[in-house]
T-cell receptor, first 115, second 112 residues
Framework: GAVVSQHPSWVICKSGTSVKIECRSL??????MFWYRQFPKQSLMLMAT?????????EQGVEKDKFLINHASLTLSTLTVTSAHPEDSSFYIC???????????FGQGTRLTVV | QKEVEQDPGPLSVPEGAIVSLNCTYS??????FMWYRQYSRKGPELLMY????GNKEDGRFTAQVDKSSKYISLFIRDSQPSDSATYLC????????????FGKGTRLSVIA
């Protein structure tokens, strides 16, 4: 299967700072990328869907000004958590889908801890 | 009612047992059904992918979809300690470029 690389795998930041998470498709062009959030013992919840070159579509209840998503190229999408607070601490996972595949491939996830 | 229901467990079985994991769903528009395995602090990895109703087998894993009952299952034969993980069902209305709706995940422990 195709490879999706997510970086960093974990990050600790101070409350009020911003954190950027990168999601790269290493060997295919990702026309669509999805960002999910997973709280402990909970399911993956879709935050937003982004298509290359256009604005992301956010799920209800997800603040687009807080969770900035950029999908500037076919191999890279970024999620920036702005003015992070402890309640933003979670496991963030991206997945990428390309035209050549019937499935989307997941990154390794990023564990964000806001202190 | 949530779109996808999955018993979170935990489920503990002895090595060699047959494991049965299940999900129910409410949206009849779902056409694609998947099972993912997720190890702690890792991203999910795809185990099985099924389109519409029917069975699919891959080694020790068998996936079943019953669209009339809105019920999907994953069976693991001859379970191994390395199968210990959280198993998530997921489904979507279209393939690839459509976001998945996940179950909560079932935590499985296979005891040697």
């Amino acid at each position: 299967g195709a490879v999706v690389s997510q970086h960093p795998s974990w990050v600790i930041c101070k409350s009020g700072t911003s954190v950027k998470i990168e999601c790269r498709s290493l060997d295919f062009q990702a026309t669509t990328m999805f960002w999910y959030r997973q709280f402990p013992k909970q399911s993956l919840m879709l935050m937003a869907t982004s298509n290359e070159g256009s604005k992301a579509t956010y799920e209800q209840g997800v603040e687009k000004d807080k969770f900035l998503i950029n999908h500037a190229s076919l191999t890279l999408s970024t999620l920036t958590v702005t003015s992070a607070h402890p309640e933003d601490s979670s496991f963030y996972i991206c997945s990428a889908a390309g035209q050549a595949f019937y499935e989307a491939f997941f990154g390794q996830g990023t564990r964000l801890t806001v202190v | 009612q949530k779109e996808v229901e999955q018993d979170p467990g935990p489920l503990s079985v002895p090595e060699g047992a047959i494991v049965s994991l299940n999900c129910t769903y409410s949206n009849s528009a779902f056409q694609y059904f998947m099972w993912y395995r997720q190890y702690s602090r890792k991203g999910p990895e795809l185990l099985m992918y099924t389109y519409s109703s029917g069975n699919k087998e891959d080694g020790r894993f068998t996936a079943q979809v019953d669209k009339s009952s809105k019920y999907i299952s994953l069976f693991i034969r001859d379970s191994q300690p390395s199968d210990s993980a959280t198993y998530l069902c997921a489904m979507s209305m279209q393939s690839g470029n459509t976001p998945l709706v996940f179950g909560k995940g079932t935590r499985l422990s296979v005891i040697a």
